[in-house]
């Protein structure tokens, strides 16, 4: 009797571990009155099927190749699976909690992208409007040009090129060039606000023609300056006001606050075959006062915060009675806007791969271009740290993935997450 009970206690533990129950550890930070919640079967998913997800993530910690790893599914209205492994900081053998804050870098850009067309909504601006109507430092832009150098530019950037990444601009990232050089020598951290970034963008000559390429980019923090000069409210208190409380989500911010920095998780790189950290919350430019709301990547969130706002899209808009945007406006940010044009430079090489881009997010527009097992239609983005969303109207379904580390694509975690979120799908 003795051994049965040994044994007993032995098989709980490795099942605390390993993560068995997909909705067994939710924890009361993801509130029904936030959430429905639902086993796997009861929206045509199976629950053994999701066990080899949470294994094949687990693995990446158990291998010492990420610290944590936090992962969601929704389909056809419940959450069916949410899944927090693994460590919020790794030398301080912190457990990461469900309620866990990360730097979501990026994915901050659909956030901002949606509150800049609740003001195309309300007609303060046409998407076909030069964007020097609003921001004057971006009159007269200039080119470079390989072989001409400095070449005026033949067309005006409009508002919608900031929001598809046609725009010109780009982030510093490619072979030393000398337009790389002029935003590599530069620290917008350092800036007090998107005011100055503009102003400084807006003196820098482009890598391209408007509107003739795609190339990622800082416009999304251009559209956060939009959204101020246009409203006439600083960039957080706007996000706050109009998509955040409206959404109750309470814990999205530009800066921690105080009584949230314990939740915090540390960022990583990968050296020497370890991890090591790289952004620590004690020294966090995020735990300090912020005055740089970057509409590009400067916000910090959760997964019940960002599960919400993909609620929020995959509704058409509206969520628990709340609406943000209307049905249109959503079927107009989630259609492919970069047909016929190529990609412009850049280490993200859209639009290519059955891949395009809307107003604001990655567009699925050919699975089979794609090599990967999802659904035409399926929009999303990620951030820097290796955060990762996808949003699949055909299948009623959002997923999420949280990590944190940089760099992350040598890990292949967002595909392989993908491919394991999908054969999950049993009808």
């Not at 029904?32 to 949470?54: C, I, P, Y």
Request: glycine share 10%; aromatic share 10%; net charge negative.
């Amino acid at each position: 009797m003795r051994t049965y009970f040994i044994f007993i206690i032995i098989l709980l533990a490795f099942n605390s571990m390993a993560g068995q129950g997909t909705m067994q550890a939710t924890g009361s930070y993801l509130t029904d009155a936030h959430f429905v919640k639902g086993t796997a079967e009861s929206v045509g998913m199976s629950h053994q099927r999701l066990e080899k997800l949470n294994a094949r993530m687990h693995e990446y910690v158990n291998n010492g190749e990420l610290a944590g790893v936090q992962t969601a599914i929704i389909r056809k209205g419940k959450l069916v699976h949410f899944n927090t492994y693994g460590y919020a900081d790794v030398d301080e053998n912190k457990e990461l909690t469900d309620d866990a804050i990360w730097r979501i870098y990026s994915m901050t850009k659909p956030i901002v992208s949606v509150g800049l067309m609740m003001l195309h909504e309300e007609g303060r601006f046409q998407l076909n409007d030069p964007l020097e109507k609003y921001i004057p430092e971006f009159k007269d832009m200039l080119v470079y040009d390989q072989e001409k150098g400095l070449v005026k530019a033949n067309r005006k950037i409009r508002i919608i090129d900031i929001l598809r990444h046609t725009s010109g601009l780009g982030y510093g990232w490619g072979p030393k060039t000398y337009v790389d050089s002029i935003y590599n020598s530069l620290d917008k951290w350092g800036l007090k606000d998107t005011k100055g970034f503009s102003q400084w963008l807006g003196s820098v000559p482009l890598y391209y023609q408007p509107g003739e390429g795609w190339r990622y980019s800082v416009s999304t923090d251009v559209c956060g300056h939009l959204i101020e000069v246009i409203s006439g409210q600083p960039l957080n208190e706007f996000l706050q006001e109009r998509i955040l409380e409206p959404l109750s989500m309470v814990d999205t911010h530009f800066e921690v606050p105080l009584d949230k920095k314990e939740r915090f998780v540390t960022n990583y790189t990968h050296r020497n075959d370890k991890l090591n950290t790289i952004d620590h919350p004690d020294d966090s430019r995020y735990t300090r006062h912020v005055t740089h709301f970057s509409g590009g990547g400067g916000m910090l969130s959760t997964s019940r915060d960002y599960l919400r706002f993909c609620q929020m899209l995959l509704n058409e808009g509206i969520l628990d009675g709340t609406r943000i945007l209307s049905p249109k406006t959503i079927q107009l940010m989630t259609s492919d806007h970069t047909k016929g044009i190529s990609h412009a430079g850049g280490p993200i090489v859209l639009p290519d791969s059955g891949t395009g881009f809307g107003l604001g997010f990655a567009v699925t527009t050919d699975l089979a271009g794609t090599a990967m097992t999802g659904s035409e239609g399926a929009f999303g983005w990620g951030g820097a740290a290796g955060t990762y969303f996808r949003v699949d109207p055909e299948e009623e379904l959002i997923y999420l993935l949280m990590i944190q580390l940089m760099p992350y694509n040598h890990l292949q975690a967002r595909e392989k997450f993908q491919t394991m979120v999908y054969q999950a799908i049993i009808e």
